[in-house]
């Protein structure tokens, strides 16, 4: 069943792209919008739109490879 509904991944062209929203931390509604491909890991290509500003092929926040930055 393919998932018509959602835009096909233009990267591997067989995953589809899912929106992701509502991705506020802290019970804050942020205005916060990301697509990922569902042919994950082996694609992961990811869009996200934030504050007006694209941001392609960001590290997924899985933990791995990538650590946040915490000024004390
Ligand atoms: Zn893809």
Do not use: H, T
């Not at 942020?30 to 082996?42: G, H, L, M, R, T």
Request: glycine letters at 12%; proline letters at 7%; aromatic letters at 10%.
């Amino acid at each position: 069943m393919a998932n018509e509904n959602f835009p096909i991944c233009r990267k591997c062209e067989s995953g589809n792209l899912l929106p992701l929203s509502d991705f506020g931390g802290q019970g804050a509604s942020i205005q916060y919008k990301a697509w990922v491909c569902s042919n994950a890991p082996d694609c992961g290509f990811n869009i996200k739109i934030r504050n007006g500003d694209v941001y392609i092929n960001e590290p997924i926040a899985s933990g791995a490879g990538y650590s946040p930055r915490v000024r004390s």
